[in-house]
């Protein structure tokens, strides 16, 4: 199908045997303009242009053609083309198979280009001009994570120099701009670079204008043409923090770790730096609240932690300032009181003692100082063979605390009868030595608990 004929004049310097003066043996039609023909007219099958460019994907090689020997030395992967209609890209170095699984591609647009994944490899097959963004995906296997690298890849008719859907003359003026050093003016990416590489020897010189005009004069190029030129692009979706985890005990006066695992898809040769840390904890409603200056991936978890849910949140980031998605790892429960290094030192009376009066004081001797007391926890007496509760401590008043010793006063006993005096751990607190204060342990019937029982006589 012949395009429509585009009416618009060369620019007046193109005008001036612009193509003469530059050595170039091809005439201009008359009028100086040159008819255009649509990008993606032709026939049925395309033809890749070779060599395919990579522009900034810093895992692949510069181009198909391999023309930057550093890419053998950095060990990059390949652009191979297959019989000038297919890309086959190895994907198993980008997805190592000991730590990935489910390689898979995808990309929103399959009428510009068919991509699918075949024994780890990305496959394309390119169907017309366009852009598409390609989706590599996998699952890292320690924790079942999927990871995901985007890639630009555009297809352009071979001669449709600045993309604009026809090769016509203004494709000669994109070409003539740039040599003209226009490009100190207007800078030109690798994409651009590529399309104005007529004559595919990987420069942009006079040897493309002559190309382009040579080739549209013998119909080598524009409608009866099927060559497409293709670059693929980086696309920054930034560095993981895979398998995210917290270490350490959740009690107060420990300290808590984030642990991860940092992976960067597109740069392979980056590093991580400045990754950020946000230290939270949750509230009964589920809301989460920053801790002031808790900003590293270590936190020593404080008194006024007990109880609370905390949770880590990290944001990678490589040298290169690029910013990956954040991940939040919440510890598994609550905060509590360390284990209690406190130990009775002794019971008065002492633990199955007989004729204890049912008036006057018992007394616990612990071997630390007692920090608090909790009196709405409170302690009881219990008759030790029903378990019925007969006394309940839950006011200072009926006890008093000396220093390392709770003196209880005695009150509703019966004689000859056996009681159990229960007091929680958490009903005391103690200076665990280093300023963070622990329970006590726990006193009375039970497994795991110090037992104190006694058998009353008559009141003396």
């Given at each position: 199908?012949?395009?429509?004929?585009?009416?618009?004049?060369?620019?007046?310097?193109?005008?001036?045997?612009?193509?003469?003066?530059?050595?170039?043996?091809?005439?201009?039609?008359?009028?100086?303009?040159?008819?255009?023909?649509?990008?993606?007219?032709?026939?049925?099958?395309?033809?890749?242009?070779?060599?395919?460019?990579?522009?900034?994907?810093?895992?692949?090689?510069?181009?198909?053609?391999?023309?930057?020997?550093?890419?053998?030395?950095?060990?990059?992967?390949?652009?191979?083309?297959?019989?000038?209609?297919?890309?086959?890209?190895?994907?198993?170095?980008?997805?190592?198979?000991?730590?990935?699984?489910?390689?898979?591609?995808?990309?929103?647009?399959?009428?510009?280009?068919?991509?699918?994944?075949?024994?780890?490899?990305?496959?394309?097959?390119?169907?017309?001009?366009?852009?598409?963004?390609?989706?590599?995906?996998?699952?890292?296997?320690?924790?079942?994570?999927?990871?995901?690298?985007?890639?630009?890849?555009?297809?352009?008719?071979?001669?449709?120099?600045?993309?604009?859907?026809?090769?016509?003359?203004?494709?000669?003026?994109?070409?003539?701009?740039?040599?003209?050093?226009?490009?100190?003016?207007?800078s030109y990416n690798h994409v651009e670079l590529?399309?104005?590489?007529?004559?595919?020897?990987?420069?942009?010189?006079?040897?493309?204008?002559?190309?382009?005009?040579?080739?549209?004069?013998?119909?080598?190029?524009?409608?009866?043409?099927?060559?497409?030129?293709?670059?693929?692009?980086?696309?920054?979706?930034?560095?993981?923090?895979?398998?995210?985890?917290?270490?350490?005990?959740?009690?107060?006066?420990?300290?808590?770790?984030?642990?991860?695992?940092?992976?960067?898809?597109?740069?392979?040769?980056?590093?991580?730096?400045?990754?950020?840390?946000?230290?939270?904890?949750?509230?009964?409603?589920?809301?989460?609240?920053?801790?002031?200056?808790?900003?590293?991936?270590?936190?020593?978890?404080?008194?006024?932690?007990?109880?609370?849910?905390?949770?880590?949140?990290?944001?990678?980031?490589?040298?290169?300032?690029?910013?990956?998605?954040?991940?939040?790892?919440?510890?598994?429960?609550?905060?509590?009181?360390?284990?209690?290094?406190?130990?009775?030192?002794?019971?008065?009376?002492?633990?199955?003692?007989?004729?204890?009066?049912?008036?006057?004081?018992?007394?616990?001797?612990?071997?630390?100082?007692?920090?608090?007391?909790?009196?709405?926890?409170?302690?009881?007496?219990?008759?030790?063979?029903?378990?019925?509760?007969?006394?309940?401590?839950?006011?200072?008043?009926?006890?008093?605390?000396?220093?390392?010793?709770?003196?209880?006063?005695?009150?509703?006993?019966?004689?000859?009868?056996?009681?159990?005096?229960?007091?929680?751990?958490?009903?005391?607190?103690?200076?665990?030595?280093?300023?963070?204060?622990?329970?006590?342990?726990?006193?009375?019937m039970g497994s795991g608990k110090e037992p104190?029982?006694?058998?009353?006589?008559?009141?003396?």
């Amino acid at each position: 199908m012949k395009g429509k004929t585009d009416k618009k004049q060369l620019a007046p310097l193109m005008r001036k045997s612009m193509l003469t003066v530059l050595g170039l043996s091809v005439a201009l039609p008359m009028g100086g303009s040159l008819p255009q023909a649509t990008a993606d007219a032709g026939g049925n099958g395309i033809i890749i242009s070779q060599p395919v460019l990579n522009d900034d994907i810093s895992w692949l090689n510069t181009s198909s053609k391999a023309l930057n020997n550093t890419d053998y030395i950095m060990n990059k992967i390949p652009i191979n083309v297959i019989n000038d209609e297919v890309i086959s890209i190895d994907l198993s170095s980008h997805f190592p198979d000991d730590l990935f699984s489910n390689i898979s591609v995808s990309t929103e647009d399959s009428h510009v280009a068919r991509v699918f994944e075949s024994s780890g490899n990305l496959i394309v097959e390119p169907l017309q001009d366009g852009v598409i963004t390609i989706l590599l995906s996998a699952n890292y296997i320690d924790s079942e994570e999927t990871v995901t690298d985007q890639i630009k890849l555009y297809i352009s008719k071979k001669g449709d120099a600045n993309d604009d859907g026809k090769v016509n003359s203004t494709d000669a003026t994109q070409i003539l701009s740039h040599i003209r050093n226009e490009m100190y003016r207007r800078s030109y990416n690798h994409v651009e670079l590529n399309r104005m590489d007529v004559n595919r020897d990987g420069k942009v010189k006079i040897d493309d204008a002559h190309a382009l005009m040579q080739g549209y004069t013998k119909q080598e190029l524009g409608a009866k043409d099927n060559h497409y030129i293709l670059t693929f692009q980086q696309i920054e979706d930034g560095p993981y923090a895979l398998h995210a985890q917290l270490s350490g005990d959740l009690k107060v006066g420990s300290t808590l770790t984030g642990n991860y695992e940092y992976w960067d898809l597109e740069n392979s040769d980056a590093e991580e730096y400045g990754t950020a840390f946000q230290w939270y904890w949750t509230d009964d409603q589920g809301v989460e609240h920053a801790i002031a200056e808790a900003t590293s991936r270590a936190y020593l978890i404080g008194p006024e932690d007990e109880g609370r849910q905390l949770s880590l949140k990290i944001t990678p980031r490589s040298n290169y300032g690029v910013v990956g998605k954040p991940v939040t790892v919440t510890a598994s429960t609550t905060v509590s009181k360390p284990v209690s290094s406190v130990k009775v030192q002794s019971l008065s009376p002492g633990d199955g003692a007989e004729g204890v009066s049912v008036v006057g004081n018992i007394e616990v001797t612990f071997d630390k100082m007692i920090y608090s007391d909790q009196s709405q926890i409170g302690f009881e007496i219990k008759d030790a063979t029903t378990g019925d509760v007969v006394a309940s401590y839950n006011s200072s008043e009926e006890y008093e605390i000396s220093g390392n010793k709770l003196i209880i006063t005695l009150k509703n006993l019966s004689p000859y009868t056996k009681y159990s005096v229960e007091i929680p751990g958490d009903f005391l607190s103690f200076d665990n030595g280093d300023g963070q204060l622990v329970d006590g342990p726990t006193i009375g019937m039970g497994s795991g608990k110090e037992p104190w029982t006694f058998r009353t006589w008559a009141p003396s």
